[in-house]
């Protein structure tokens, strides 16, 4: 059996029940099978055999108060997956199904993403089952409060830098800031993400959906295409979804679709994105309440957007939302460039669709970056004790994700798999951690 077969085996019978992390590591190590052939120094210091286990994982409990008085316990996870490029690094999930399973794959495929983007982040990721749905503004405090009081003894502005995902945005990060503070009696950059008033970067809101479009637009014009006048899908509402419709619409595209866990609007007309954001941002609504806004537009209850034909496809919900034959409908509908906002949003089979189609695909961890990037760039002006302007952060935000498609095009060329931006972003970012893993021995 090969290296890579080898580990991948023993990986999974080593994980029972981690499908999501048996799934990101199916779909990485064999895209870095040419790259192990060339340089057998990577078997040599057993490097797969490091780079699937993570440095450690926290698993705890998290008891709180609800405002009836009842004790609530959910479970709170935090896996410091590798440190090889710098202190660990990942945003805290909140949502009921959250699992070990999938912070170690959120964790895993977070080392490979921090490695593209340049900057020196280790990779990382946490969360909890909570679910903030329909829970109050108190709630969701003396949950952040209680699931800091024990994360916050794994933090620290150089050991380990959490930030948002799904389910954490700025609220839940200024309660566990608030609370970290508390305990810990100092003002560190210990999180991304926060607010403007106590040490946040302009621009981190919008950095993963802006990112996300600096990437598809240098993608385009590589290919001598362009966003204007595009139809595009994008699945999801929340904080990635919204920031990549503006700059879509910024590019002269127009995005029809957005959705929820309820399901989809289409609205031929275009998004009105002021409605959706005061729906998600202000008052924490339903999609479906878009009608109210725009009754000409449709919404279609429990389905998801890829019916819907187009000419760009960004899926920015959640992983697995994307399977394949909704990769077949979009090929079949005449979608030719697919990036994804979400982590993991399609199925490793759909992936082969795309690249059997000839369909330009940014991988999640090429494509989603600017988000992570940003939160660095927060973290240096931390650091630095300086706040730099939204033009400044923004540049930077640009600079970084042309650059990584540069490298997910330029790997991808030289190890034989030109075009395929999975291969090339695998390949790039796993190099310079298992260098820099090579460079420190065994440990
Ligand atoms: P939000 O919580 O702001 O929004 C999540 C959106 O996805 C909501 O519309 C939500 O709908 C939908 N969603 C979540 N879970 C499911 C599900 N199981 N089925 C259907 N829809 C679902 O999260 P973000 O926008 O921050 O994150 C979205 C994706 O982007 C995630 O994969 C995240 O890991 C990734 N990402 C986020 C970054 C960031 O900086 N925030 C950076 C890089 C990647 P509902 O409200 O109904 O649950
Ligand atoms: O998946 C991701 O890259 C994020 N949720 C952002 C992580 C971060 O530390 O900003």
Redesign the pocket.
């Known amino acids: 059996m090969s290296y890579v077969n080898r580990i991948i085996a023993n990986t999974i019978e080593k994980t029972p029940g981690e499908f999501e992390f048996h799934q990101a590591v199916t779909e990485v190590l064999p895209t870095l099978k040419v790259v192990l052939d060339k340089n057998p120094r990577f078997e040599a210091a057993g490097i797969l055999e490091r780079l699937v286990v993570p440095e450690r994982c926290f698993v705890f409990r998290v008891p709180w108060l609800d405002d009836d008085g009842k004790t609530r316990v959910n479970v709170g996870y935090r896996v410091q997956f590798n440190s090889a490029i710098g202190p660990y ?5 909140f949502h009921p199904k959250v699992s070990l399973g999938e912070i170690k794959f ?1 964790g895993f ?2 080392t490979f ?2 490695s593209l983007t340049s900057l020196p ?1 280790g990779g ?2 946490g969360g909890a089952d909570f679910d903030p749905k329909g829970k109050s503004d108190n709630e969701v405090m003396k949950f952040c409060q209680s699931f800091m009081t024990e994360l916050g003894k794994y933090l620290g502005a150089t050991i380990d ?6 389910g ?1 945005g700025a609220r839940e990060i200024g309660y566990m800031y608030g609370q970290y503070k508390r305990i810990n009696d100092t003002f560190e950059g210990v999180l ?2 926060k607010g403007l008033t106590y040490g946040g970067s302009l621009g ?1 809101t919008e ?2 959906g802006y990112g996300l479009l600096y990437f598809v637009n240098e993608m385009l014009q590589r290919a001598g295409k362009s966003l204007e006048g595009q139809i595009v899908t994008i699945s999801g509402s929340g904080n990635v979804s919204i920031f990549a419709c503006e700059k879509a619409r910024e590019y002269g595209a127009k995005v029809v679709t957005m959705s929820d866990s309820g399901g989809f609007i289409y609205d031929a007309d275009g998004i009105d994105l002021d409605a959706v954001k005061e729906i998600k941002l202000v008052k924490r609504g339903r999609i479906k309440d878009y009608l109210q806004y725009r009754p000409n537009a449709q919404y279609t209850e429990g389905k998801r957007v890829w019916g819907v034909p187009c000419h760009i496809a960004l899926p920015c919900a959640t992983q697995n939302e994307l399977d394949e034959n909704d990769a077949k409908e979009l090929v079949k509908n005449g979608c030719y460039a697919v990036a994804e906002g979400a ?1 993991m949003p399609s199925s490793n089979e759909a992936i082969e669709v795309f690249l059997a189609n000839g369909v330009l695909f940014g991988p ?1 961890k090429a494509a ?2 600017g ?6 760039l ?1 973290m240096t002006q931390n650091a630095m004790h300086t706040s730099w302007t939204r033009d400044e952060v923004d540049k930077q935000l640009h600079r970084i994700m042309v650059n990584i498609y540069a490298q997910a095009a330029g790997a991808a060329e030289e190890y034989g798999a030109k075009g395929n931006f999975v291969a090339g972003a695998n390949i790039a970012g796993f190099l310079k951690v298992a260098n820099a893993m090579l460079e420190q021995g065994v440990v």
């Open positions: 690094k990942g945003g805290l999930r959120l495929e977070q993403k921090n982040l990382g990721k830098v959490p930030a948002g995902d799904i954490v991304t993400g981190r950095a993963t982590n999640a989603n970056a988000g992570v990037a940003t939160s660095g927060e």
